[in-house]
C-alpha cells in the first residue's frame, strides 16, 4: 500500500531575517512569487509565516489574507497551511487567521522550552485554537515538539476537539526541545501507530537537519516536507 | 550485580489539602513525625515540600530550615531531599531552600503542561538553579515530566553544569505532561542507558498510578519511591 507524497514548502519561517539571508521573502509579493516558484517545481502545500514591513513576525489576518488570496490565484490546487506558532504573537491574536479558513494550520498541543524561552500552549489556550479550528472547518497539523504533544493531540482526537484522523509532523533539532535522535524519531513513529493507527505523519528538521528528518520520513513511509 | 534500594518517602505532596485528606501533614511537626514513622518503617530518602500554615504552598527558607533540621534530629541517615517545584512559588525563591544543603533537590530540566497550566522552567531559570545546587553540592533528582528534559539533563551533565552521574526521576500521570504508559517507560530507561550509563534513575507515577510506577521500576532495576 503507497500513500502519495506530499512535498511540503515553507517559504518563510519565523526566525531568519533578510539580515541573515537577503534571498529569504519577506513581503507578501516575494512570498507568493517564491511559493509559486515551489509549485512549479512540485512542492504542493505551503506552509505560511507573515512579517511585518521591517521583518519582525506578526499574525496579523490581513498579511494572512493577502498572502493566501496570492497563493490560491497562482498555485492552483496548492495547499494553504498557516502557522499559529508562539513566535508570531502570544495568545489569541496567534488565531486570528484561522476564519480566513486556509486549508491547514499548525497547532501545537504542549508547551516546551525553546533556544531562549518557555514556548507557551496553556491547555485552555490548546482547547481554544482547536474549537476555531474545528468551528471553519481547518485540518490542524499537529507540531510535536516532544512526546507529552503526541499523547494530547490522540486524547484530543479521541474526544472530538479534533476531528479525526491525525495529522502530525515530528519536529526535531529545536535546541532545548528534542534533539534529531533516530531512536526517538522511530518511538514517535512507532507510538502514533500503536495510538493513532488512521494518522497521517511527516517529519521536520530545523536548520542544517532538513535533510536527514526528510530522509528519515521517506524511509519509515511519512509523507515530505522541505 | 545488584544496586541496593532507596525507599523513598514523599509525606506531603505540592496539592492535597487537609480539606482532600485530614491525614495529610502539613504542619512541620506533623511532617516530621510522619517522616520518622515513615523512617522506622524502612524509608532512606525523605522528599519534601512545605507549606504555610493555612496549607497553601511555599518554598519558605525558614519553614525548610526548621523540617530539615528536625527530620536531620529524628532520623539519623536519612537522605533529605527538597522540591523546587513550580507549585511552590515563581522564580528564584523556588531554590531559595538550596543553601540549606539538603541532601539532594528536584531539578525539572524543561517545561511542560500540567492539569490547568504551563508548567515554566524557562532555560536561564534552569541553568541558574543547578549551578545553585552545583555551588552549595546538593545532588539534583532529574524530574522528567517529557522526553526533551531527559535530553537537557544529559546536556548538561555532559557540559559540566550539572555534575555525573545523573540520577533521574520518571514521573508519569500528570495530565497534559506523559501518561503512565509502559512502552513509554521502558523507553525512557533505554534512552538513559544509551545516553547516560552511568546513571541511576526511579520512577514516579502520581495518584492512584504510584504502585504501577513502583512495580515497573522494580522490574526494570531502577529505585523506589513510595
Ligand atoms: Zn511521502
Ligand atoms: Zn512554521
Ligand atoms: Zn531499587
Ligand atoms: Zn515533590
Not at 504542549?110 to 491547555?123: D, I, L, W
Not at 504533544?149 to 535546541?175: E, N, S
Not at 531512536?183 to 501507530?193: I, K, P
Amino acid at each position: 500500500m503507497t500513500t502519495p507524497c506530499i512535498i511540503t514548502v515553507a517559504i518563510t519561517g519565523s526566525v531568519p531575517t533578510k539580515a541573515d539571508n537577503p534571498a529569504v521573502p519577506v513581503t507578501v509579493s516575494e512570498q507568493v512569487e517564491s511559493t509559486h516558484a515551489a509549485f512549479e517545481a512540485g512542492a504542493s502545500l505551503a506552509h505560511l509565516h507573515v512579517r511585518n514591513d521591517d521583518g519582525s513576525t506578526t499574525s496579523d489576518p490581513d498579511r494572512f489574507a493577502r498572502l493566501i488570496e496570492g497563493i490560491r490565484a497562482h498555485c492552483p490546487g496548492m495547499i494553504v497551511q498557516v502557522s499559529t506558532g508562539g513566535r508570531s504573537g502570544t495568545g489569541e491574536e496567534r488565531g486570528g487567521m484561522i476564519p480566513l479558513k486556509p486549508d491547514m494550520a499548525s497547532l501545537s498541543t504542549g508547551s516546551c522550552n525553546f533556544p531562549t524561552r518557555v514556548y507557551e500552549n496553556a491547555p485552555t489556550f490548546i482547547d481554544w485554537l482547536a474549537e476555531r479550528m474545528k468551528a471553519h472547518a481547518v485540518k490542524p497539523e499537529i507540531e510535536i515538539f516532544d512526546l507529552a504533544m503526541l499523547f494530547k493531540a490522540v486524547d484530543m482526537a479521541g474526544d472530538g476537539r479534533i476531528v479525526a484522523p491525525l495529522h502530525v509532523q515530528f519536529v526535531m533539532g529545536v535546541k532545548n526541545a528534542v534533539p534529531v535522535d533516530r531512536e526517538t524519531f522511530e518511538f514517535y513513529v512507532r507510538t502514533l501507530r500503536r495510538l493513532a493507527p488512521d494518522a497521517t505523519w511527516t517529519g521536520a528538521g530545523i536548520g542544517r537537519h532538513q535533510l536527514t528528518l526528510h530522509h528519515w520520513s521517506l524511509e519509515l513511509g511519512g509523507h515530505l516536507r522541505t
